[in-house]
Nanobody
Framework: QVQLVESGGELVQAGGSLRLYCQAS????????MGWFRQAPGKEREFVSA???????YYTDSVKGRFTISRDNAKNTVYLQMNSLKPEDTAVYYC????????????????????WGQGTQVTVSS
């Protein structure tokens, strides 16, 4: 099984940037499609971005042009670069992994992912 640990979340002012990290262990992420989700207080966990095994990417509309997902299989790490942050980006951000044969597939729903990290808090002040 793969274990995931997120880091990089912190308090930042609106308009600022953060880079989140998802460090995997136990298995190489090269066999996994990866995703980022977030959950704000009192809200459902929602999809943010996903990356396929072949590094195809997908974003929810609200973060397009501001967030960038990437992966480094050699470092067993997935990144989420977040720019132009807004107060509505405040949430706990979770990394997720899906073991898949399909190199070009991205997954946008929570039920597709079998492995989750513990989350990292991002707070954007206005």
């Amino acid at each position: 099984q793969v274990q995931l640990v997120e880091s990089g979340g912190e308090l930042v002012q609106a308009g600022g940037s953060l880079r989140l990290y998802c460090q995997a262990s136990g298995r190489t992420i090269s066999s996994y499609a990866m995703g980022w989700f977030r959950q704000a207080p009192g809200k459902e966990r929602e999809f943010v971005s996903a990356i396929s095994r072949s590094s195809l990417t997908y974003y929810t509309d609200s973060v397009k042009g501001r967030f960038t997902i990437s992966r480094d299989n050699a470092k067993n790490t997935v990144y989420l670069q977040m720019n132009s942050l807004k107060p509505e980006d405040t949430a706990v951000y979770y990394c997720a992994a899906k073991l898949t044969y399909y190199s070009g597939s991205v997954y946008r729903t929570r039920d597709k992912y079998g492995y989750w990290g513990q989350g990292t808090q991002v707070t954007v002040s206005s």
